[in-house]
């Protein structure tokens, strides 16, 4: 029995413990490095081998970046200068960075590309940012021919008779889809390519001579350094996306022909080295060309590019195709939505979503990959350090040239992946 007279024990706290502050082992800084630097035996070996790596690193390369030259004529001048020093000789970025950006580009049209260049980044952000007005992509679409005149001017009507062309396939396809639509499909093919090879010079022609209209036209050759890297890359970045989702349908497609052609094309690029279409490009592809046609070396790069980069991206997007569970094409079915709509509404958005990361490999892949052409002799920045480096001023100079070409691509290719990361933040549906 128990002892009913024993004082009775309280369970439940009457009074509040006043508030204390963490252990210093809990917070801050300590508790962030306890956690990821030091959080055991091996973890606390490699952060000190590490730190050594770096500490050896920033002794050696240090005094050589601390000690720079801007300003000198040549390297005999910058070494002069450096008075048997240890240092950087910059001052060749300082005296040819035109060079390095522009090419050989006419330094008083430099404001030409430099607006192309601004305009570049107008037009992306109504594309890659959904808060903006969906009213401004009628300029993104306009962008690509206003980069064309801009770059390499001459006629004006130029440009608008390649966008007429494009107007031209979307009225077939708006006429043609109301009877059946593959056959919209192909004419929304065919019709640009009958404008481009028959409509397309005359318009140019005629209204040139009515009302003539244009800038000073640049040759292809005098274009170089970081300028064409952006032009092929930029270039072969936007149109490699939308080709490489229709080669992936292509290959997921129930009919033969059409699949056959896109799993042929696909393997076969995937098969030969981006080097080898390049040359292709520069030397053989004029031999398939009607006598007498001139087609600029740029856009035949560019073209070949493309299609490489398609043929990498076809296979990304078809292994987010493949992650998709099918209960998601039954609910498509289950909607009463046709292809098209199945494709734009519920299966390519998460297609996509899962695969962007492959996507922005490829395109940081496909940037760097531009400075191939410096062997077929295109100046890309590589090439025209190259030349600068053949020049008797500067004849021995390496490590500087090639840290601000390094820093460059750096910052194109490191401004891909952070937005890659805000846009799969962005996309995010789960709550983990």
């Not at 087609?295 to 560019?302: C, Q």
Request: glycine share 8%; proline share 5%.
């Amino acid at each position: 029995m128990s002892d009913t007279s024993a004082p009775s024990v309280a369970f439940v706290r009457d009074q509040m413990i006043p508030e204390q502050t963490p252990p210093l082992l809990e917070k801050g800084a300590i508790k962030w490095l306890r956690e990821n630097l030091f959080s055991g035996w091996l973890n606390t070996i490699l952060t000190l081998a590490s730190l050594a790596v770096i500490w050896w690193s920033l002794a050696a390369i240090g005094p050589w970046l601390l000690n720079t030259v801007w300003n000198a004529e040549s390297l005999r001048a910058c070494r002069t200068i450096l008075d048997g020093a240890s240092g950087a000789c910059f001052a060749v970025i300082n005296d040819r960075w035109h060079q390095l950006l522009f090419g050989f580009y006419p330094t008083q049209h430099y404001w030409r590309p430099v607006l192309t260049f601004v305009l570049m980044i107008v037009a992306l952000a109504p594309v890659l940012f959904t808060g903006l007005p969906r009213k401004a992509l009628f300029f993104s679409a306009a962008y690509p021919f206003i980069a064309y005149h801009l770059l390499w001017g001459g006629s004006l009507w130029f440009p608008v008779g390649a966008a007429l062309g494009f107007v031209a396939g979307y009225v077939a396809f708006v006429l043609v889809r109301k009877v059946n639509g593959l056959a919209a499909i192909f004419a929304a093919v065919l019709a640009p390519v009958f404008w481009w090879m028959f409509m397309a010079g005359p318009f140019d022609s005629v209204m040139s001579s009515v009302m003539p209209l244009g800038l000073e036209f640049i040759r292809s050759d005098r274009f170089g350094g970081f300028l064409i890297s952006l032009v092929i890359g930029v270039t072969g970045i936007s149109l490699s996306l939308p080709l490489g989702i229709l080669l992936a349908l292509g290959r997921q497609s129930d009919m033969v022909l059409l699949k056959s052609v896109c799993v042929i094309f696909i393997e076969f690029i995937r098969g030969v080295p981006l080097i080898t279409l390049l040359f292709t490009a520069s030397l053989l592809l004029n031999y398939f060309l009607p006598p007498g046609t001139s087609f600029d070396l740029i856009l035949r790069v560019i073209i070949m590019v493309t299609l490489f980069a398609a043929a990498y991206m076809a296979e990304v997007i078809r292994g987010g195709l493949a992650a998709l569970p099918r209960g998601q094409y039954e609910a498509a079915d289950a909607l009463g939505l046709d292809y098209w709509k199945a494709q734009r509404l519920i299966i390519m958005p998460q297609a996509l979503k899962i695969s962007i990361p492959g996507i922005v490999n490829t395109f940081i892949g496909l940037f760097k990959d531009t400075t191939l052409v410096v062997f077929i002799g295109l100046l890309d920045p590589i090439g025209l350090s190259n030349a600068i480096r053949a020049d008797t001023n500067w004849n021995g100079i390496y490590w500087e040239l090639f840290i601000f070409i390094g820093a460059l691509f750096f910052v194109f290719c490191f401004g891909i992946s952070r937005y890659s990361m805000y846009l799969e933040r962005k996309l995010k549906t789960d709550h983990r």
